[in-house]
């Protein structure tokens, strides 16, 4: 059985900082490509960041570029997402996912979310 189980979401201010992190289980981690997508009040689910599973390549969308991170642990079977100098836009329910790449995925997490307000 495949789990993939968010945290770190939560509440900041325009300008903070938060990291989320996903524990998989159930998969050969390192075999799997791992992301982040969002999706945000009224829009469609989008990708923001993928990285392969050895962690050599990753790609974060164009509009968060520079603020996000997006790395992995193999040997904890984990993948954050950092995400710096955050802006209300950024608010969203932010979904881990698992796939052979990271724009077809196979699993998906609950999701966590992320709230950016003053």
């Known amino acids: 059985q495949v789990q993939l189980v968010e945290s770190g979401g939560g509440s900041v201010q325009p300008g903070g900082s938060l990291r989320l992190s996903c524990e998989a289980s159930g998969i050969i981690f390192s075999l799997y490509a791992m992301g982040w997508y969002r999706q945000a009040p009224g829009k469609q689910r989008e990708l923001v960041a993928g990285i392969t599973g050895s962690g050599s390549t990753t790609d974060v969308a164009d509009s968060v570029k520079g603020r996000f991170t997006i790395s992995r642990e193999n040997a904890k079977k984990m993948v954050y997402l950092q995400m710096n100098s955050l802006k209300p836009e950024h608010t969203a329910v932010y979904y881990c996912?698992?796939?052979?790449?990271?724009?077809?995925?196979?699993?998906w997490g609950q999701g966590t979310q992320v709230t950016v307000s003053s």
């Open positions: 996912l698992a796939g052979r790449f990271w724009a077809t995925p196979l699993y």
